[in-house]
């Protein structure tokens, strides 16, 4: 191992060659890489810049991928079939899915019933370990240990080695594209799942976003709290207005409640996947992060999902890319300004504090 931090170029080069080489028997090795990224986000990084990821982490992060994957994909003789994740029998983090699912309908209602997530989280973990964890960085029979080292696993948890993250963190778009394409291929090439591949919506049912239809229920609760105004141009909205993503969909891919706002459907079309500039970083800042944990108890209320701390972590991430890249920042219509520092006077230093929200509701009576 050398002491030197790899570089984004070699990384790249590196999960390329991993993506396009490496003996992937289930899709556990791309929900592990995808993971990689996410918590990269999502977590504080160590001053040199490595980040300690305890296996039930990413256990957690596997059963929200799979989630929506472990539901059947389309009728087959009368029965729901779910698509294999393994070229031979079913992979058995989607059957661990499956049998929660049974019990609860959405993913906020799983993680509310403490004893069984817990022993759900218990047994992915289990099996993140004994499978990917220390395959996935075997390529061609060599073993490249460019993202984490076995020698260093300690306390259930890995080490992403300095410059890892970061070039998670930098790369994210591309790697996400890289590593779900790489999954969908995977799950088009196992033989049992090609009679129910009929047309192209795979990609979707697979990575949303697929219950997009949910994002309505978020509507009531958005309109309530900013007033009936729009969170951008501060205007009343009269029609039911458009539920938008602060940080673009495109950019992070999940629906969690502190990220929505409502806002004019031509406010919203006019902003598309950009990022908004800081005044409007401040209207949420001050609207869903300093009251993020009044937002929380509403989501709770209607079992909807949301994490005011992850969302906040997603924004700064987001605009920490964007200062790098010399992104532009919607302000109004056709209106962009590039976007410089002063976001970071908005979400303030070490952007990775948790917001305050009240513990999860507890249905003890499970
Ligand atoms: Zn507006």
Request: aromatic residues 10%; hydrophobic residues 45%.
């Amino acid at each position: 191992m050398s002491g030197k931090p790899i570089g984004e170029l070699e990384f790249l080069r590196k999960l390329q060659r991993l993506l396009a080489e490496g003996d992937f028997v289930a899709t556990y090795k791309f929900a592990l890489l995808n993971a990689l990224a996410d918590l990269s986000l999502e977590r504080e990084l160590a001053a040199d810049g490595s980040l300690r990821v305890p296996v039930s982490a990413i256990a957690e992060k596997l059963i929200e991928y799979y989630w929506p994957q472990a539901r059947p994909y389309r009728e087959r003789d009368g029965t729901g079939f779910v698509l294999l994740q393994n070229a031979g029998q079913q992979a058995a983090i989607i059957n661990a899915v499956a049998a929660v699912q049974s019990a609860h309908a959405t993913l906020p209602a799983a993680r509310a019933a403490k004893l069984r997530w817990h022993t759900l989280v218990t047994r992915v973990a289990g099996t993140v370990e004994a499978m990917p964890l220390w395959k996935l960085q075997t390529v061609g029979g060599e073993r490249d240990e460019f993202l984490y080292t076995q020698a260093e696993f300690a306390d259930d948890a890995i080490r992403l080695m300095p410059g890892v993250p970061a070039a998670f963190r930098a790369l994210y778009g591309f790697v996400l594209d890289a590593v779900r394409g790489a999954w969908l291929r995977q799950i088009t090439n196992i033989a049992a799942n090609r009679p129910l591949l009929g047309n192209s919506d795979l990609a979707s049912f697979l990575f949303g976003p697929g219950e997009r239809a949910s994002l309505e229920r978020f509507r009531a609760v958005l309109r309530d709290h900013q007033g009936g105004r729009c969170l951008y141009c501060l205007k009343e909205l009269r029609g039911t207005g458009c539920v938008d993503h602060f940080i673009a969909w495109s950019r992070y891919p999940v629906d969690l409640g502190h990220n929505l706002v409502l806002a004019h459907d031509t406010c919203n079309a006019k902003k598309r996947d950009f990022l908004a500039y800081a005044a409007h970083l401040e209207r949420w800042q001050v609207s869903h992060l300093e009251r993020a944990s009044e937002l929380a108890q509403r989501f709770d209320s209607l079992a909807l999902p949301h994490d005011g701390s992850r969302s906040r972590a997603i924004a700064w991430w987001a605009y920490e890319q964007g200062e790098a890249a010399g992104a532009h920042a919607w302000i109004d219509a056709d209106r962009f300004v590039r976007l410089d520092a002063s976001w970071r006077g908005v979400l303030g230093e070490g952007g990775l504090r948790r917001v305050a929200e009240p513990p999860p509701p507890d249905y003890r009576s499970e």
